[in-house]
């Protein structure tokens, strides 16, 4: 009768335990590899070694080239000095050179301005007692 029986499961009838399905568990096993073969490491630590020494080429060249750089500023900064001093000096100079300037100087030591004239010349004909020799103009 209950064959019969279709569409209400509250009164469907049990299974018995030996018909029940049987689910079968089954586990795969994983195999780990032990660590990289040392060929592997020894490769990639002397990758990593060459990258580190090409960055420090590298940092060492920019180091030089910054420092190269500063001392050209430096040079530059001392030509222009140099040069302002340079200018000044010839302005001095070409004022220097003025003889009116020379004039003045002179008026103000104390001295004056003689003219041809005014010179006296005295011819000097002496001998020295120690050489013998005449002295002319």
């Known amino acids: 009768m209950a064959a019969y029986i279709r569409g209400n499961l509250?009164?469907?009838e049990r299974q018995s335990p030996t018909q029940r399905?049987?689910?079968?568990?089954?586990?795969?096993?994983?195999?780990?590899?032990?660590q990289l073969p040392m060929q592997e490491k020894l490769l990639y630590l002397f990758t990593v070694l060459i990258c580190v020494v090409v960055a420090c080429v590298v940092i060492w060249r920019y180091a030089q080239i910054y420092q190269m750089n500063t001392r050209i500023h430096n040079?530059?900064?001392?030509?222009?000095?140099?040069?302002?001093?340079?200018?000044?000096?010839k302005e001095k100079l070409s004022k220097m050179m003025n003889p009116e300037l020379y004039m003045k100087?002179?008026?103000?030591?104390g001295m004056i301005h003689v003219k041809d004239e005014d010179l006296?010349?005295?011819?000097?004909e002496a001998k020295s007692e120690?050489?013998?020799?005449?002295l002319k103009p």
């Open 10 to 12: 509250a009164v469907e």
């Open 21 to 34: 399905v049987k689910i079968k568990e089954t586990r795969k096993v994983v195999y780990r590899t032990s």
């Open 75 to 89: 040079v530059e900064k001392e030509i222009t000095r140099l040069e302002a001093d340079n200018s000044a000096l």
């Open 105 to 109: 100087e002179a008026a103000k030591a």
């Open 120 to 124: 006296v010349r005295v011819p000097v």
């Open 130 to 134: 120690s050489d013998g020799i005449a």
